[in-house]
């Protein structure tokens, strides 16, 4: 008669499974993997909630100040020099979204921001064709990049 470790499964039935269990529970404490180190040199990141500082505000003609607002950022990427350049979608037709107001103005198509979040450079044609589209950027801007040289 075979032993049986419960009522109605057999031990000889079990080994193979206790076999198992064993030999990955040895295998897990001999292929134990170490703690990464951490070298003292490794950067910590916080978020900067005062990064980048406030968009500048223009006076129009009538006498307005109307400031700056991006609308969507289609890219952004970094300079050798840590400068943060965002290139803005704000300036297509229906760029800015109801909430940014009458009262703001597209900004630059390209916006460069030094390390301390201050406005370092802008440029960029915004002027749109009749039929609505950029005269100058690409119609769907989906991307930035700067070489060696930073240019963008």
């Given at each position: 008669?075979?032993?049986?470790?419960?009522?109605?499964?057999?031990?000889?039935?079990?080994?193979?499974?206790?076999?198992?269990?064993?030999?990955?529970?040895?295998?897990?404490?001999?292929?134990?993997?170490?703690?990464?180190?951490?070298?003292?040199?490794?950067?910590?990141?916080?978020?900067?909630?005062?990064?980048?500082?406030?968009?500048?505000?223009?006076?129009?003609?009538?006498?307005?100040?109307?400031?700056?607002?991006?609308g969507?950022?289609?890219?952004?990427?970094?300079?050798?020099?840590?400068?943060?350049i965002?290139?803005?979608?704000?300036?297509?037709?229906?760029?800015?979204?109801?909430?940014?107001?009458?009262?703001?103005?597209?900004?630059?198509?390209?916006?460069?921001?030094?390390?301390?979040g201050?406005?370092?450079a802008?440029?960029?044609?915004?002027?749109l064709?009749?039929?609505?589209?950029?005269?100058?950027?690409?119609?769907?801007?989906?991307?930035?990049?700067?070489?060696?040289?930073?240019?963008?």
């Open positions: 008669m075979t032993r049986r470790l419960r009522d109605d499964i057999p031990l000889v039935r079990r080994l193979p499974a206790i076999a198992l269990l064993a030999a990955l529970a040895a295998a897990a404490f001999w292929m134990a993997v170490p703690e990464a180190q951490t070298p003292a040199s490794a950067p910590e990141y916080r978020v900067d909630p005062f990064w980048p500082k406030p968009l500048p505000t223009m006076t129009d003609a009538d006498g307005l100040a109307r400031q700056w607002v991006t969507m950022v289609g890219a952004s990427c970094i300079d050798s020099h840590d400068h943060v965002t290139v803005n979608r704000g300036f297509l037709p229906g760029g800015l979204l109801p909430q940014e107001g009458s009262q703001s103005v597209p900004s630059p198509p390209v916006i460069l921001y030094d390390t301390d201050d406005v370092a802008s440029w960029g044609d915004p002027t064709t009749e039929a609505g589209a950029a005269a100058v950027l690409p119609h769907g801007i989906h991307g930035c990049a700067t070489d060696e040289m930073d240019n963008i």
